[in-house]
């Protein structure tokens, strides 16, 4: 299969060929000729199958062809993420795609500042990539106009969902133009994506390529029992003696990257921490930093982590195990990308075998266990419970757990919308049945 037979036009096949790709992923050959078509897709694909391609090419190729020769430039495709690096990333996709297009774009997160956002918007664009958030912040302020969008792709929606985004998805689909084209992706299908999938789409056609909850083949995965107060000491052993030089590390929590992050770096090890409480400055610094290979040990937090799109990434470690076990399938799904090997390396101590098993269930498939040695578990050490993580707060608790402060602080802090980090909600909340209520 090669990229030429897919319908698309020269300019783009240019792009892609500047990329040096020489055939379409699965997702792409798939989803191309479809978009192109002007079909609704509903789409199983997970990041690193090619998507944000699968679904950039084609909305570029038909933005191009309807384009409007005068007049001022108004919003005719909205892409929303989930993650203010995610759409960072699929933001510099239309930009690399596009560069042989007369087409215009913009990303719009949080985090920075809103006024050079709104001059931009000001100026007139084709595509806008956003997150919910900040998104809604500039149509209350009435910096930004939906009525002319054509094509809406829901990225990583099933992630949207867990991080308590459906309220601004609903409010954000009221603003559009009833007549267009939806794109919605999403590596797994709960009934919460399915009821989405059918308020949303119109006749969609239906791609499953990333094999749902599975995780590439190509990814080895094993788990190594260690007690949890030797984790740190067995992260810097294996990074050192097998000389690893670029590591995804995972934790729970914010604090838990930030304090690993530190000791790591006093085990000599250069290692930056990226979550929601770092500026965006910081994120963006830390993520360069650890591509160039000047940082060799990155700490993330699951939400942070999300989408971040680091070619050829070698090894991840799962410093804690995720309390959702989906989130295992994602966070190792930054390995192994794009063709290559990639290895997922647990460190699973007593108190986790419960969530080791929830995700041996879902995977359908024990891992192997190879205990390091030196580090053999302490039998006498018995099972402690496991905080809840600082950073899954459901929207809906926030109020009842501010009750007692004064009313100022409230008053601020209802002011304030939650960036991702703190909008991570609750998954399981069911749809209200209104279409675009
Ligand atoms: P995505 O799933 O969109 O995050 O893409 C994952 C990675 O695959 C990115 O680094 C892309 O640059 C790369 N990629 C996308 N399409 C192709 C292709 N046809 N051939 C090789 N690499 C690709």
Redesign the pocket.
Known sequence: MSFDTLGLSAELLRAVAD?G?S???PV?SRAIPVILQGKDLLAGAQ???????GFTLPLLQRLNATAPDKGRRRVRALILTPTRELAAQVAESVDTYGKHLPLSSMVIFGGVKINPQIARLRAGVDILVATPGRLLDHVSQKTLDLSAVEILVLDEADRMLDMGFIRDIRKILALLPKRRQNLLFSATYSNDIRQLADKLLDRPVLIDVALRNTPAERVSQVIHPVDRERKRELLSFMVGSQNWRQVLVFTRTKHGANRLSQQLEKDGISSAAIHGNKSQGARTRALADFKRGEVRVLVATDIAARGL?I?QLPHVVNYELPNVPEDYVHRIGRTG??GNEGQAVSLVCIDEHKLLGDIERLLKRDLSRIVIPGYEPDPSIRAEPIKPRSNTRPRGQAKSLHNNRPARVKAKENKRRPGPEKAKGNSRRPLQSSRHA
């Open positions: 990329q790709y055939e379409p992923t792409q990041t690193g199958t090619g998507k944000t391609a799109d070619d990308r794009a």
